[in-house]
């Protein structure tokens, strides 16, 4: 299994109502396509008046991966409304191989 991890920072009066959008847009998307094992969204309100959230969706193959990402599978996957929530974001995203997954269900 290969997890993916892409984050994004909001200011926090804008954190609340980005979860939501994010469950609609990249969550609901890579749920949706074949391939997807699952999806976590985490979310830390820090000090500086930023909430970062981390989005980690764990996939069967590199095939499913291209199937949500495209080609470029490093690339983030972006939507129009994201500048509207968005202070900051990873352009790129990391992979990382399954080395355990217990206690999550399954």
Known sequence: MIARRWRVWTTHDKAEELEPYLQRTGVGEALSTPGNQGALLLRADGDDGRGEFTLLTFWATWEAITAFAGEDVNKAVLYPQDHAYFTDWD????????????????
Do not use: I, P, Q
């Open 91 to 106: 352009e790129r995203v990391e992979h990382m191989t399954v080395a355990s997954w217990s206690g999550l269900g399954n």
